[in-house]
């Protein structure tokens, strides 16, 4: 596609057009697994998703589309909307007026472990904020593969979305609901489970990487479940030289997965 998507004479998608109407409705989960969609909004996610993803559809409005013109021109189909129409599917206060409706990124667990050194596992991570971080982090990071187990929140959350600025559609992701069969999918892997726990006995700065590793990771508020932590191979604390009693869930992932990371891509 070349040139503006907005012609002249030709008005813009409001928020009661029937697409927007439909898009909009994926904001909610059960939604999104219905029909296997979900949007990603914003310049850096939307990119992503050209890039690595399967886009159906970019919603963009008139400014966005002229500040973004090259965006937009690689777009497969590409809808204006009004402004008003753009607020309605954001779910920012500030909308940059560019959102793709794009198809689920999760794959089956056996696929993201092929030949993985590296991998991060979050279990019942509840807030969507911190899964999108983690997820960027893991990304950043070089890591294989990002397995949201349990209760974890659905990655194709808006705010998940926007946390994991564009990673979401760059490093392969998993989601299974039963927690034995991840760990057990791990070890037949070939990958060493290392549990994030802030009481272990283990200290971060005495372990040795080098074989596969898995970092497991845990609610934000009630760690990882006692069944969890009696089934890895170990448990690891993150040693705190101040006076701090914790780190928040993300900070914790990105100081161990990049400990991981400096010993594998060494």
Not at 232 to 239: L, T
Request: aromatic fraction near 4%; proline fraction near 6%; glycine fraction near 6%.
């Amino acid at each position: 596609m070349t040139g503006s998507p907005f012609r002249p004479g030709e008005a813009p998608f409001t928020e009661r057009t029937p697409r927007v109407v439909a898009a909009r409705k994926l904001t909610r989960r059960a939604e999104r697994e219905k029909t296997g969609r979900f949007l990603a909004e914003g310049v850096n996610a939307v990119t992503s998703a050209l890039a690595h993803g399967t886009v159906h559809e970019v919603f963009v409005t008139e400014h966005a589309a002229a500040t973004h013109p090259t965006l937009v021109a690689s777009a497969p189909r590409v809808s204006p909307i009004t402004d008003r129409a753009a607020a309605s599917l954001s779910e920012t206060v500030t909308p940059q007026g560019i959102i793709a409706v794009c198809s689920l990124v999760d794959r089956p667990l056996e696929t993201v472990l092929t030949d993985a050194r590296l991998v991060v596992v979050l279990v019942d991570v509840a807030e969507p904020g911190n899964a999108g971080t983690v997820i960027r982090v893991a990304d950043a990071a070089g890591a294989d593969a990002v397995i949201l187990a349990g209760d974890t929140v659905d990655p194709h959350n808006g705010k998940s979305v926007r946390a994991a600025a564009g990673s979401l559609f760059q490093i392969p992701l998993a989601r299974v609901r039963e927690v034995p069969e991840v760990l057990a999918t791990l070890r037949t892997a070939g990958l060493r489970t290392l549990a994030a726990h802030g009481y272990a006995a283990t200290s971060l700065e005495t372990v040795h990487f080098g074989d596969p590793v898995a970092w497991i990771f845990g609610n934000e508020a009630h760690g990882l479940p006692e069944e969890v932590l009696s089934a890895v191979d170990e448990s690891v604390r993150i040693p705190l030289y101040g006076k701090a009693e914790s780190l928040n869930l993300a900070t914790a992932a990105a100081v161990c997965v990049y400990t991981a990371a400096m010993a594998v891509h060494r």
